[in-house]
């Protein structure tokens, strides 16, 4: 039985009681407060590390570039990145195709598991899209949550490559919260780090193939020319004439390069390989040719450009074109066979001395003959006609032709110097060489002391040759454009300013290198041939002569 | 001697040979396996046993998340393992399947078979699947399975710790690797031998933000009544918001129910609390659904909020303690059993917890971990399932 308090002990409880519900209520509600900011820090937090991930998600991928993956596998590690970051369910990288079509394949998935990589229609698709909750199951949310078969997804689209991103979640609160407008970011930075790494990996191989490709031509030319080092030396009479007919074989395989870079070595005109090879001797009707149009691959233009220099090497030296009043008519045409279409090639001269048969078989016309024959399945027939010697060559068109695809629009040929100057100008003259390659240099020395001119250098860097122009007489100067690995034209820029003719010696086959102020500089291509350089030299300083004059 | 590998590859096969690349040419006598749930179980069940041998017992499962001493990640396409090649120190493994919704009769019968394999005090490693089903969403309730192992253990008595495993944060999915294959609704326990003891700290990070609560009317792990009140509308309350028409799965990032132990009125510690994660709200009847359902009508609970600070710092207390009670031991194996919750993506803490362990954890002890549903560890004399905690043991020879 329990007693009755007394009044004041029930004043007493009564005011603990009040006392207590005070400090209850007041607990609870800071309590409450506490639990809020807990809530608005934690939810500041995660939306700062959902911005930290876009940059984490881009940075992580930009490493992938550098770490050799070929560019056909690099989806896989992409997304598995952006799983990584943006936590979703799955997630998947599309190609359309074709591009514009809204006919997507997988390019790689995650978390599909085993299914097959379908193709999935999504007509007229968007750039950006996110589903959540209340969005209506219609185009296009129909066709991107069948993509990875859930409801909740977020995707990007790119639409002038044709990739596209998507990820996705079974619950719409995925981690913390839905998709929203501002994940905008995350997906479009996810899909064009992609596209970034894609195509810088693109251009590196597409740069190693090229190196691979170089490398391989590099060694097929010293090759070549290794061959025709020793040939041209078993009929060679004297070092002199060796040297005569390795250079003049030697520019017509580098002027067929230029030819073939200048259509990205995809294919050479026939007209322009003769044009040529028989500029020089294209004066007063004395070259008459008649022929189409042509495109030869890059191994026909090769092989016919060497087989054109025999011939005309011949010419010169004991056929036609070694008297003035000599011809040479080179025709060509296409011809239809039961075996499949030709081109035949005419070569006939006249006017010459009287032609016999030779004794023995040259270097020149075993080349004609096998070149022909073993590099393009084509035959050379040569008659030594009284007339003149007469050559025909035919081959089939399926070997000499480049492949449809490589019919590249060629650049326009370079401007070609034709007027001819007297190189005794250059006697008592000071020329600048600027050249590292101790070859060339050596060459450039020889065919300038050959002349009576003076040569200073040759510098090797640019340094030392903006010394010498600056503490030098020059009357003129050959310039690399490339030395040590550094571009020469800041020695141009200072020859321009003291009125000094020079020239730019270059293994580009493009102008491309060239600043503009330098457009008009002429270019003599390498590998040298004596008599251009000395023309080019000649040429440059009578016009610095005529302008001072003037 | 026990070695931890860590891989990660959309490709199960890619992963384990990582593992593989970093064990060298091993067959170990048992292997720990945790696997992000994105992978298949059986293709990289398969790849495991490619790589280690067909015969090897693999143990573990579906993790949410997995850490290893160099890092950690939470992207689904993780495998970390820890292969045991020492018999002195390796575990032996019991495990049971059973039906979807007898919980305590599996723990019974994986108790049972602990008895008969573990010696006195032994620790004891236990695994279960955590998601019953998914649609609606239901766990198996940690608290009946502990509950049921308890009672199938009779006298023996044993040092239980373990985790229930998840494929993501989402509660999405789960299984388990129980030495024979991959299962669902199963337990495995690996009971280690004598000469192997643990240490073990269990990590909290909640703090009361309200006064003492009754809990007036339950069913289950639904919570229907907190002082004769809807449950709901005191949450909403506290929270100063209406949670609208979802779940309410994402109050399971806010608040919890915690239950003090020992004297209430003592002053806050944090190691006495065990708290209850909410599952889901019912707005129709009023009522919250907590992760166990352990509570009682009559239980006294508090609203806990979480509090990233105070993760943090018992992260650093439990792992310097830690480090004070194996200092100078060998020690074999670090294990960290971390609620998927606490990882930042979810807590939305400034530091991610698990990188405080990783750097903080004695280096000598190889270090391996995973993000789970539910942590089970030894509190105040006996184990029990906890929500929110990270769990951190490491096993030392005796």
């Known amino acids: 039985m329990t007693r009755p308090l007394s009044p004041s002990h029930a004043a007493t409880l009564g005011r603990l009681e009040r006392e207590l519900a005070y400090y209850r209520r007041e607990c609870n509600d800071l309590g409450a407060r506490l639990l809020r900011l807990q809530e608005e820090q934690s939810s500041a937090f995660r939306e700062a590390r959902r911005s930290r991930t876009v940059a984490k998600l881009i940075r992580e991928a930009h490493r992938l570039a550098d770490t050799g993956v070929p560019s056909d596998e690099l989806a896989g590690p992409v997304l598995e990145i952006i799983v990584d970051n943006t936590m979703c369910d799955r997630a998947a990288l599309l190609s359309e195709s074709p591009v514009g079509s809204g006919r997507f394949t997988v390019l790689r998935a995650i978390g599909l598991g085993e299914q097959p990589l379908a193709v999935s229609v999504v007509p007229d698709p968007p750039s950006f899209f996110f589903t959540t909750a209340q969005t209506p199951l219609e185009s296009p949310a129909y066709e991107l949550t069948g993509i990875l078969q859930l409801p909740y997804v977020l995707w990007a689209y790119d639409r002038s490559t044709g990739y596209a991103l998507i990820i996705g979640n079974r619950l719409e609160a995925n981690v913390s919260r839905p998709f929203e407008p501002g994940d905008q970011e995350l997906i479009e930075g996810g899909l064009s780090v992609y596209l970034d790494v894609l195509a810088r990996r693109r251009a590196e191989e597409a740069q190693i193939l090229l190196m691979d490709e170089l490398n391989h031509r590099v060694k097929n030319i010293l090759a070549t020319i290794e061959a025709m080092v020793g040939c041209s030396a078993a009929e060679a009479g004297s070092p002199e004439e060796l040297a005569e007919a390795l250079a003049g074989r030697i520019a017509a395989m580098a002027r067929t ?8 070595w995809r294919s050479a005109d026939l007209g322009d390989l003769v044009e040529e090879e028989m500029r020089p001797y294209a004066v007063a009707d004395r070259v008459r040719i008649a022929g189409e149009r042509q495109p030869l691959n890059p191994r026909a233009a090769l092989s016919l450009s060497l087989i054109l220099h025999e011939l005309t090497t011949n010419a010169v030296k004991y056929g036609s074109l070694s008297v003035p009043e000599g011809r040479v008519d080179l025709s060509w045409s296409r011809q239809v066979h039961a075996g499949g279409p030709t081109l035949r090639l005419v070569w006939r001269e006249s006017g010459g001395p009287s032609v016999t048969p030779p004794v023995r078989r040259g270097f020149g016309t075993t080349l004609i003959e096998r070149a022909a024959a073993r590099d393009l399945n084509g035959a050379a027939r040569l008659s030594f006609e009284t007339a003149g010697l007469r050559c025909e060559l035919e081959y089939p068109l399926a070997r000499i032709s480049p492949p449809a695809a490589a019919m590249a629009p060629r650049i326009p040929a370079r401007q ?8 005794d100008v250059l006697a008592g003259t000071r020329v600048l060489v600027v050249e590292d390659e101790l070859m060339l240099t050596m060459t450039l020395e020889r065919i300038l002391k050959g002349v009576g001119a003076e040569p200073v250098g040759p510098a090797t860097t640019v340094p030392e040759a903006l010394f010498l122009a600056g503490s030098e007489r020059i009357d003129a100067a050959v310039l690399d454009v490339n030395v040590a690995d550094e571009p020469v034209f800041p020695v141009a820029d200072m020859l321009r300013e003291q009125g000094v003719p020079f020239i730019f010696a270059t293994g580009y086959a493009t102008d491309s290198v060239i600043p503009a102020r330098h457009k008009d500089v002429p270019r003599l291509p390498k590998p040298y041939r004596q008599d251009r350089l000395l023309q080019m030299l000649a040429r440059a300083l009578a016009r610095e002569s005529a302008s001072g004059d003037g | 001697m026990i070695r931890v590998a860590y891989g990660k590859h959309a490709s199960a096969r890619e992963a384990v040979e990582q593992c593989r690349r970093t064990l060298g040419v091993t067959r170990p006598c048992v292997l720990l396996a945790f696997c992000g749930g994105k992978h ?25 998340g997995v850490i290893w001493r160099e890092g950690f990640g939470y992207s689904g396409l993780e495998l970390g393992l820890a292969a045991f090649s020492d018999p002195a120190v390796a575990p032996r493994i019991v495990a049971v399947r059973g039906p979807r919704q007898n919980e305590r009769a599996l723990g019974r019968e994986l108790g049972a078979r602990i008895a008969e394999t573990a010696s006195e005090g032994a620790t004891v490693l236990m695994l279960y699947d955590s998601v019953a089903s998914t649609a609606p969403l239901r766990l198996h309730p940690a608290s009946a399975i502990v509950e049921g192992v308890q009672a199938g253990l009779g006298r023996r008595s044993v040092r239980l710790i373990g985790g229930g495993t998840l494929t993501d944060m989402n509660l999405s999915d789960s299984w388990i690797f129980d030495g024979a294959g991959v299962a669902k609704h199963a337990a495995a326990a690996l009971v280690f031998p004598s000469a192997v003891v643990d240490e073990t700290a269990i990590l909290h990070g909640c703090r009361p933000v309200s006064t003492f609560m009754k809990i007036t009317r339950i069913d289950g792990a639904e919570v229907y009544e907190l002082d004769g009140e809807p449950a709901l509308a005191v949450i909403e309350r506290m929270l100063g918001i209406s949670l609208g028409k979802g779940g309410g799965e994402d109050l399971s990032l806010i608040a919890t ?12 510690d944090e190691n006495s609390y065990v708290n209850r994660l909410i599952l889901r709200t019912d707005r129709a009847t009023g009522s919250i659904t907590l992760f166990e359902p352990d509570f009682r009508r009559g239980t006294r609970v508090q609203i806990m909020s979480r509090d990233n600070a105070l993760m943090l710092d018992s992260v650093r207390s439990g792992v310097a303690a830690i480090n004070r009670a194996i200092a100078g031991q060998e020690m074999l194996l670090g294990l960290y059993i971390d609620c998927a919750g606490r990882a930042s993506a979810r807590s939305g803490a400034p530091i991610e917890e698990a990188d405080l362990v990783r750097e903080a954890l004695d280096s000598a002890a190889p270090l391996l971990g995973f993000y789970s549903g539910v942590e089970i560890a030894p509190f105040a004399g006996y184990s029990r399932p906890l929500d929110w905690t990270g769990v951190l043991t490491v096993l030392r020879r005796r």
Do not use: C, N, W
């Open chain 1, 257 to 264: 390069h230029d030819l073939l870079t200048d259509a990205r």
């Open chain 1, 416 to 423: 070609r110097v034709r007027d001819s100057v007297r190189e």
């Open chain 2, 40 to 64: 298949d179980p059986a293709v990289m069940l398969s790849a495991l046993r490619g790589a280690f041998g067909p015969d090897v017992p693999i143990v573990g499962g579906s993790a949410a």
């Open chain 2, 257 to 268: 129910l915690g239950e003090k132990q020992g004297d209430p009125y003592g002053p806050y």
